[in-house]
């Protein structure tokens, strides 16, 4: 762990980590305390809060970062820490979430605000009004969180790189093909993911834990069209408009068997459709091949059809992508 020293005579130690997991139990006196696992990039370690008080302590949660002081030891041939001080990291610690999880190798704020200038170039006002409100409105969430729970883009930040990605793709398309309705697409790329800020239950650190209730229930197909419904009517969009677009966002899973509510019925929303795919597998490809030497084959990826994979060897495989 990246702890500094305070007291080498003791061991006492200090610094910022991660909770990875806390569990409240009791000893055999019945004395309350916090069992934990804290991580940070080096490493991670058991750690043990015996002084547990719930009204001092209760901001302490899995996956938020905190500053820690205690004193390392070895239990049972393991490092575990005694914390005699832990708190919530505060925003004047000048603390870096990326230093504690895995991110985008891009800042979610950067690639916002190239999405969102995209958005502002823009020649239909309604459009741009509607795409730059909604990015606006949730942009706190946007650029923290990931874009999937356990697949592709699983990261801090992830949501917003997927996104960008995506519309990468589309501009290129969008240069060949001059039918395509560019900015109706483009729009499309930038709302078709933006409920995943709803239906994951997102920390602060920019970690899924799991599914919200709404994302259970409703899901971020159907939450994304809603909420393009909702701001549209507040800005008097073109009721033709929303359609076509709330459209694309339902249909952007391509078949029902993957949770499209319908099937793209416009070229726009098959190009959203293709494109949303290909990077969703291009990434996942990339990772799992990341993790192979060359000239062997990853275990079989079932998000990818339960496919093996080989990697070549021809050239060094990552998942990043080339956006900014």
């Not at 004047?92 to 230093?99: F, G, R, S, T, W």
């Not at 398309?173 to 993911?193: M, N, T």
């Not at 701001?231 to 408009?241: A, H, I, Q, S, Y």
Request: aromatic share 8%; glycine share 6%; charged share 25%.
């Amino acid at each position: 762990m990246n702890f500094k020293t305070i007291n080498k005579n003791n061991g006492t130690v200090e610094g910022f980590c991660l909770v990875k997991t806390l569990e409240v139990k009791k000893t055999a006196k019945g004395l309350t305390y916090l069992d934990m696992t804290l991580t940070d990039s080096t490493g991670e370690i058991n750690a043990k809060l015996w002084d547990y008080k719930e009204e001092l302590h209760s901001d302490v949660k899995v996956n938020t970062i905190v500053k820690v002081r205690g004193t390392e030891s070895i239990f049972n041939d393991a490092p575990q820490l005694r914390v005699d001080r832990i708190r919530k990291a505060l925003e004047a610690d000048n603390v870096k979430a990326e230093d504690f999880v895995p991110s985008s190798e891009y800042s979610g704020e950067t690639m916002f605000d190239t999405i969102f200038a995209v958005a502002e170039s823009f020649e239909n006002e309604e459009l741009k009004l509607l795409v730059t409100t909604i990015l606006s409105e949730n942009k706190e969430q946007l650029v923290i969180c990931p874009a999937a729970y356990k697949l592709h883009h699983a990261i801090r930040g992830g949501l917003m790189y997927h996104t960008l990605s995506v519309l990468r793709l589309a501009e290129s398309v969008c240069a060949i093909y001059p039918s395509v309705d560019k900015e109706l697409l483009l729009s499309g790329v930038i709302l078709h993911d933006v409920a995943k800020i709803w239906e994951f239950d997102v920390s602060e650190a920019g970690i899924v834990s799991g599914y919200s209730v709404e994302g259970s229930l409703i899901g971020h197909l159907v939450k994304g069209a809603m909420n393009v419904d909702k701001v549209g009517e507040r800005l008097g969009t073109d009721k033709n408009l929303l359609m076509l677009l709330e459209h694309m966002i339902i249909s952007h899973h391509g078949e029902p068997e993957f949770g499209a509510a319908v099937r793209p019925m416009f070229l726009e929303a098959e190009l959203l459709s293709q494109l949303d795919t290909m990077d969703a597998r291009i990434y996942e490809i990339s990772f799992a091949l990341s993790e192979v030497e060359s000239g062997t084959f990853t275990p079989r990826q079932w998000a990818l059809d339960n496919r093996k994979l080989y990697n070549t060897g021809i050239k060094e495989v990552n998942a990043k992508a080339d956006l900014l």
